[in-house]
């Protein structure tokens, strides 16, 4: 069976280029949004509040969390064990770019604009998630490793509170919880295009933190930490998007979703035959 000329390798490409060039040209221009002085103060006492939060946290519970955890039956373990593999973040960057790159090679196949527009906003959401998910990441290992907090395996011979700055080894990169990181950085981002599955994602996310301090791969605080960078990452990204249209839109209240409620509807019912 042939191919059709939407089909062949050459217009993927060209397709492919189009939408990155697009994309480019918006995020160059990006718009003004009106943000009064309230709303900056407001992020500066959450950023100090979370901070105040992981300090208190470290000093009350990390050392003698670290060590309870040491006694949980091995069944216990073993279960938070599994869970903790979804906080990684390599299938999360797999399914993104999957429907990312789906979403844009679908447009322009004679489906109508209906269908070309949902592809759009879909690819959109795709890409915001990519840079969530890079972004958040990203931050997260150069906090690490300034840092370089000493695993609670370590505890024995370090303390809870030994920080090797600038350290490179595994074992001195417990702060902030890189799963914790991608989890609520997800959960968040997610959260804002599937409202009703909110809830349940964040306590997926939450479970996946806890399950780093069963686990004895980092202490209360780490996860913490994890969370807030996270659930900062999504916020200020969700912001640039906004300023440039994409994912994302101000409006004259608030920001909110693009087309919300009406891609997959008219996803599906464009491919029915």
Do not use: N
Not at 34 to 45: I, K, P, S, T, W
Not at 85 to 101: K, Q
Not at 160 to 168: G, K, Q, S, V
């Amino acid at each position: 069976m042939s191919l059709s000329t939407h089909d062949t390798p050459d217009a993927m490409i060209v397709r492919l280029r189009m939408a990155a060039s697009s994309t480019l040209r918006r995020w160059r221009s990006p718009r003004l949004a009106q943000r009064d002085e309230g709303h900056r103060r407001l992020d500066a006492l959450a950023i100090l509040a979370v901070m105040g939060m992981v300090l208190l946290v470290a000093i009350q519970t990390d050392e003698a969390a670290a060590r309870a955890v040491r006694d949980m039956p091995l069944w216990l373990k073993a279960g938070f064990g599994q869970i903790t593999y979804l906080g990684l973040s390599g299938y999360m960057f797999t399914l993104a770019g999957l429907t990312l790159l789906g979403a844009l090679l679908a447009r322009g196949r004679g489906r109508g604009a209906r269908f070309d527009r949902a592809c759009l906003f879909l690819a959109e959401r795709a890409g915001f998630l990519i840079a969530v998910l890079a972004v958040s990441g990203l931050a997260s290992q150069a906090i690490k490793h300034l840092f370089g907090r000493a695993r609670p395996s370590l505890i024995d011979m370090v303390g809870p509170f030994h920080f090797d700055m600038m350290a490179l080894q595994s074992t001195y990169a417990s702060m902030p919880s890189g799963h914790a990181v991608s989890a609520f950085a997800m959960a968040v981002s997610l959260g804002w295009m599937a409202p009703r599955l909110r809830w349940p994602l964040l306590g997926l996310a939450l479970l996946i933190a806890i399950s780093r301090v069963v686990i004895s791969a980092h202490y209360p605080s780490d996860v913490l930490a994890g969370a807030g960078l996270g659930t900062a990452c999504a916020i200020v990204l969700r912001r640039a998007f906004a300023l440039r249209g994409l994912a994302f839109r101000w409006t004259p209240t608030s920001l909110r979703l693009r087309s919300a409620g009406a891609v997959w509807p008219a996803l599906i019912s464009s491919s029915r035959p």
